[in-house]
């Protein structure tokens, strides 16, 4: 009889030649079998799978309630194949899923962030222009951090000032035309990091001092700490401002240069939602409702359009 780490691997890859790329899915399924593993149990049971989704301490009801969900998922394909096998009941772990507002970056927090990312230090020197060139990229495109940590340097056409971004959510590649000056800053990193790295491990665009690729945990470590150096976040903080954020403020920075100019919101809309890559223009809706600016800015133009319509 197969185990469940061996359904688990069927599973994940039979998920995957379907379009999903389960990076976190995987992650927390393994952890699950290998609890199982350790309580001596061969097959999934309600309890099993709620005892493992509640086992971390101080985090969100939605956090227990993802878990769960996992598991229930990988249950119900191993139901035609194990029928010992339990699907844990939707809402067993209820909760109310909070999207946490974004934290919205001035000018000033950007140069700053940016300057003082360029100031890291490394025995090749590649650290600094590395975060910098990469953090500066996130707030002038809002590309997803994976997004920009997937480009290769094939997908980086600096005579066109094209990126072909292919890392993406919903698999779905795009093309993210560069302003000059962005596309100037990657050419000036390009430069360096050829003569500091000549030989690299990794075809990525952006790489870390031994050539390799990136990791989204080491990159989310390093704004941790240049953010708390320049005050974004206290030296305690467990949470704080995220470069997720970079993308808002792109988002909302077009939209308000669009209210302001007078521009078709409404129209140009699908073009924001297709370069954000968002699946649905339902998704890019949410940064209209994201800050008081963009709120006061709509309600002024759907005022006029109101009255327009009743004289």
């Not at 493992?52 to 969100?60: D, F, I, N, S, V």
């Amino acid at each position: 009889m197969k185990t469940l780490s061996t359904h688990l691997q069927q599973y994940l890859q039979l998920r995957r030649n379907l379009g999903f790329k389960l990076d976190d899915t995987a992650c927390s399924l393994r952890q699950f079998v290998r609890f199982a593993r350790q309580q001596k149990v061969s097959f999934i049971t309600t309890q099993l799978a709620l005892r493992w989704a509640t086992q971390p301490t101080g985090c969100q009801p939605a956090c227990w309630a993802a878990r769960l969900g996992r598991v229930r998922r990988f249950a119900r394909y191993l139901t035609a194949i194990d029928a010992r096998t339990e699907v844990p009941a939707p809402g067993l772990l209820p909760h109310r899923y909070r999207r946490k507002p974004p934290y919205l970056y001035t000018d000033q927090e950007v140069r700053h962030l940016i300057a003082a990312a360029q100031k890291l230090t490394s025995p090749q020197a590649l650290r600094g222009p590395t975060y910098a060139t990469l953090f500066g990229l996130l707030a002038a495109t809002g590309l997803r951090v994976g997004e920009a940590l997937g480009l290769d340097r094939a997908d980086v056409d600096l005579t066109q000032a094209l990126l072909t971004v292919r890392q993406t959510k919903g698999n779905k590649p795009r093309l993210v035309p560069l302003h000059p000056s962005t596309n100037q800053a990657l050419r000036r990193y390009e430069r360096l990091r050829d003569r500091l790295c000549p030989r690299p491990q990794s075809p990525r665009f952006f790489i870390s001092e031994q050539g390799g690729a990136l990791k989204d945990g080491t990159v989310r470590q390093w704004f941790i700490k240049v953010s708390r150096q320049i005050g974004l976040r206290q030296p305690t903080d467990r949470h704080g401002p995220r470069l997720h954020d970079l993308r808002h403020r792109f988002s909302i920075r077009t939209l308000v240069q669009w209210y302001r100019s007078n521009q078709d919101v409404d129209a140009h809309l699908p073009e924001l939602a297709t370069y954000l890559g968002h699946c649905h223009v339902n998704d890019t809706y949410w940064y209209v409702s994201a800050t008081p600016e963009l709120l006061q800015l709509a309600t002024r133009r759907w005022q006029r359009h109101e009255g327009g319509h009743r004289s």
